[in-house]
Nanobody
Framework: QVQLVESGGDLVQPGGSLRLSCAAS????????TAWYRQAPGKSREMIAG???????NYTDSVKGRFTISRDGAGNTVSLQMNSLTPEDTAVYYC???????????WGQGTQVTVSS
């Protein structure tokens, strides 16, 4: 069975930082395209950061320069470092993995990030 389990979501003040982690089982994250999505209240789910199998990173404009996606093959995890948080970053954050050859897609359960003063 494949599982992606997010952790690290919390309540944080504007300007603060938070680090999310996605623990994978059943797949090796280094062999997948992996990404972080988020879904704010009343909005659709959007990809905010991704990293290819070759290690190329991409970010949506709203988080570029503030968020960093990384992965750890030894720990089989994908992380998202979030800095300079604003209330507009409030959302449920989801871990995502897609097999480059199979096209199989896996989702985490989501973790809540709330940015509020």
């Amino acid at each position: 069975q494949v599982q992606l389990v997010e952790s690290g979501g919390d309540l944080v003040q504007p300007g603060g930082s938070l680090r999310l982690s996605c623990a994978a089982s059943g797949i090796r994250v280094m062999q997948y395209f992996t990404a972080w999505y988020r879904q704010a209240p009343g909005k659709s789910r959007e990809m905010i950061a991704g990293i290819t199998v070759r290690g190329v990173r991409n970010y949506t404009d709203s988080v570029k320069g503030r968020f960093t996606i990384s992965r750890d093959g030894a720990g089989n995890t994908v992380s998202l470092q979030m800095n300079s948080l604003t209330p507009e970053d409030t959302a449920v954050y989801y871990c995502y993995a897609k097999g480059v050859n199979t096209g199989y897609v896996f989702w985490g359960q989501g973790t809540q990030v709330t940015v509020s003063s």
